[in-house]
Structure formats: structure tokens, C-alpha cells
């Protein structure tokens, strides 16, 4: 697979929704990371809604023909909008209300069995912590990709 370059642009949303004036525009700033050689936008819509808003998910969608990463926790409401969204591809993330922004990976022994029966695996992505269980467990998944984190 050819490496792309992929610019997560969540906290635009954060900075336009601290100042609650509409302002800097998530799909203004997107457009600017492509034309500057960004081969696609990542972005995360958060179960409470903290950067990102779902209107954001549907005009990136509806205004870039771009490769387009949506993460999200792998609650019903995220899997059913990911599903409606049809972004090129999704990434399974842990989402924690105490946190700003995501600061680990999955626990893959804990949530292995409940992701292979309800989440479509096809381009699906994975955010795990870098642990020889971790690893054994997201081999044996259908996931797609996967990537690493390695905070504590």
C-alpha cells in the first residue's frame, strides 16, 4: 500500500468552537491541507460532540472528493453514522469523557470478541497500544489496518 499523507484536522474544530464565532472553517482548512499536498482529511466525530460536529462530517463528505478518515468510538451511533458517512475509511479509537483529546489505544483483549460481531471489518482501522497481546489479537481480527499508539 502506497503511504498517503493524511492531516487530522479536529482541532480547527476545537479553535472554532471555543471562539463561537463559526470561525477558522473545518472544510476551508481541509481544503487548504489538500491544495498544500495532503492526500486526505482525518477526523474524529466524538460521542459528545467535543471538536468535530456531525454537520462538519457531512460537508466534508459532500464538498471533498477526497480520502476521508473517520474516527470514532465503536459506539451503535458512531458504527450507524460511519455507515451513512461511507468514508474511505474508519478508525476504531477509545474515547474517554476526562480526556482533551485521545491519549491511548484499544484494549484489543477486552473488546476483541464484541468488534468481530458487530463492526464491518472491510477498511477498517484500528488505534491499539503497542503490547505483544494487543499485536497477537489485531492479527487475528478482520481489521483492515492498523495503527499504534505509543503514549503511557
Avoid at 468535530?52 to 480520502?67: A, G, R, Y
Wanted: hydrophobic residues 40%; charged residues 30%; positive net charge.
Amino acid at each position: 500500500m502506497a503511504r498517503r499523507l493524511l492531516i487530522n484536522i479536529d482541532h480547527i474544530a476545537t479553535l472554532r468552537n471555543a471562539r463561537g464565532e463559526g470561525r477558522p472553517s473545518v472544510l476551508d482548512a481541509a481544503k487548504v491541507c489538500l491544495e498544500n499536498g495532503a492526500e486526505g482529511i482525518v477526523f474524529h466525530l466524538r460521542e459528545d460532540r467535543r471538536h468535530i460536529k456531525d454537520f462538519d462530517v457531512n460537508q466534508l463528505k459532500q464538498s471533498l472528493n477526497t480520502f476521508l478518515d473517520f474516527e470514532m468510538g465503536a459506539t451503535n451511533e458512531m458504527l450507524k453514522i460511519c455507515a451513512d458517512t461511507k468514508p474511505n475509511l474508519s478508525t476504531l479509537v477509545p474515547e474517554s469523557r476526562q480526556e482533551l483529546t485521545t491519549e491511548g489505544g484499544l484494549n484489543m483483549e477486552r473488546l476483541f470478541v464484541d468488534f468481530q460481531k458487530r463492526v464491518v471489518p472491510s477498511l477498517i482501522d484500528t488505534l491499539i497500544k503497542v503490547e505483544n497481546k494487543q499485536l497477537k489479537l489485531r492479527k487475528k481480527s478482520k481489521f483492515s489496518f492498523l495503527l499504534c499508539c505509543f503514549s503511557k
